[in-house]
């Protein structure tokens, strides 16, 4: 399967040219992909490219199966360790995968801005990157946590930047601490914490921003998440609405810590 790395592209339109399936497609002013659905994988795309900006991933899809049988293949990045010290790799495979999967919808969380502000960086202009900041309260009441030169930036950055409670936390998480106890909203957030703190992250960043409305509910979105700070999960993601929490679908982890820190203090 081949992919067009948007960061190199330069719009000269050589690999459509060549694409006798007429499988490049060309979209707004700059941005070109290759429709997956129809690619023959000959391959005649990449060697004409002058940027090297076509490259050849190692997603399989099964040939030659009846309907229902078919599959594909597609590697899952597991990191060492949980933390921001992956956050480059996080954007990589995670650009990589859109573009694969023509998404343009990338919904992250924020700590700082720090990471936000790389992520809008590295995706470029042809993606809709929605943020979602730590909401206020988090450590210190009155106040949020994007550090005031981040924020700055975030706020001429052009992207929809929402502060917004928790999805898991809120009432539940205060009768928590104040009385102990467990609801099922605490039940399904620590489950989603088994597999690490940035599968639930992506899912409850994925749940607040398409409850905003910010990101769309009819198709697929790239969501990030991390531990503490930074990146280190990606996820595709099908939105819903927290009325419709059942109906959210974890498609495809692209990445994520092999293994989970341990269970924090609620
Ligand atoms: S690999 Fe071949 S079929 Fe696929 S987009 Fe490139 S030139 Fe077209
Ligand atoms: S040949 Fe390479 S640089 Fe030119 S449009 Fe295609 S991907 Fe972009």
């Given at each position: ?23 490049v ?5 700059h ?28 997603e ?14 597609k590697p ?22 859109a ?5 343009r ?20 202009p ?5 943020v ?29 930047v ?32 088994l597999?690490?703190?940035?599968i ?65 203090p609620?």
């Open positions: 399967m081949y992919v067009i790395r948007g960061s190199n592209c330069i719009s000269c339109g050589k690999c459509q040219d060549i694409c006798s399936g007429n499988n497609i060309h979209e707004g002013e941005f070109f992909y290759i429709d997956e659905t129809k690619c023959s994988n000959c391959g005649k795309c990449m060697t004409v490219c002058p940027m090297t900006a076509i490259v050849k991933t190692e399989k899809v099964s040939e030659n199966l009846p309907k229902g049988l078919q599959y594909t293949e899952i990045v597991f990191f060492e360790k949980a933390g921001k010290k992956n956050t480059a790799k996080v954007l990589e495979l995670a650009k990589e995968r573009l694969s999967l023509n998404i919808d990338v919904v992250l969380p924020t700590t700082t801005g720090k990471s936000a502000l790389e992520a809008i960086d590295f995706f470029g042809d993606f809709n990157i929605v979602i900041p730590c909401m206020y309260g988090r450590f210190k009441p009155g106040e949020h946590t994007l550090e005031p030169e981040y924020e700055k930036k975030l706020r001429k950055a052009d992207v929809p929402i502060f917004a409670p928790y999805f898991f936390s809120g009432v539940d998480r205060a009768i928590y601490r104040e009385w102990g106890g467990m609801s099922s909203t605490l039940i399904v957030r620590q489950t989603l914490k597999f690490g703190e940035g639930k992250v992506c899912v409850e960043v994925t749940i607040v921003g398409a409850d905003a409305g910010a990101i769309p509910i009819d198709k697929e979105v790239i969501a990030l998440g991390g531990t503490i700070r930074g990146f280190d999960t990606a996820m595709v993601i099908q939105p819903a609405h927290s009325l419709q929490f059942f109906d959210i679908g974890l498609r495809e982890i692209i990445c994520m810590p092999r293994k989970r820190i341990p269970w924090q609620m």
